[in-house]
């Protein structure tokens, strides 16, 4: 079992997935004391959830523990819709409309750090595609009754592997890794990532 900090301290690598941060970076980020950062850290690292490089850099370790970091993604939404209450409602009657075995649907890009964003970037990944144009027309349907602008990206699986397997390029898949909330399937979400980059 986590502790909060750790929680806490894993919340901030699964929000920079590509990023790498010293313990001070993270104490500063956090505001929390260095050496209870560093206690944290340290039982992150033998756990096997944070990859620590020749410098000391530490890193998330998107490869293993999808469970937990999938926990941890549902802590960031929670806290993420109780402050956006039209995304919330959006989000919820997306989850209700749509039955589907296999998606990941995430909010990413500058509206992950605005209260009221003026539009938001919606990611939807399903396994078939098949299903691609169905549920682009059913999210812009949901997405229609709203004030808010959302723009909605709707990719396969097989896409998101493609792209996230490109580092350098700039796709739609890479601009998640640094600024997402995962409001469905982050499990999904960080297999098709671990998958993508052996």
């Known amino acids: 079992m986590l502790t909060k900090t750790q929680l806490r301290v894993l919340e901030v690598f699964a929000s920079n997935i590509t990023e790498k941060f010293s313990i001070k970076k993270i104490s500063e980020v956090l505001k929390k004391p260095y050496p209870l950062i560093h206690r944290s850290v340290k039982s992150l690292l033998s756990l096997r959830f944070l990859d620590k490089d020749k410098q000391s850099f530490l890193s998330l370790n998107y490869r293993e523990n999808h469970s937990v970091l999938a926990y941890v993604e549902s802590l960031k939404a929670k806290d993420f819709l109780a402050m956006n209450k039209t995304i919330a409602l959006c989000a919820n009657d997306v989850l209700v409309r ?23 970037d919606v990611l939807f990944v399903v396994e078939n595609p098949q299903r691609v144009n169905e549920v682009e027309k059913i999210l812009h349907n949901i997405a229609s009754s709203f004030a808010t602008s959302f723009d909605i990206k709707v990719i396969t699986s097989e896409s998101a592997h493609e792209m996230f397997s490109k580092r350098d390029e700039q796709n739609v898949a890479n601009e998640t890794l640094n600024q997402h909330i995962i409001l469905f399937g982050a499990e999904n979400y960080y297999r098709i990532l671990k998958n993508a980059r052996r």
Not at 98 to 120: E, N, T, Y
């Open 98 to 120: 749509l039955k589907l075995d296999f998606f990941v649907f995430l909010i990413f890009g500058s509206s992950i750090c605005k209260a009221q964003p003026r539009d938001v």
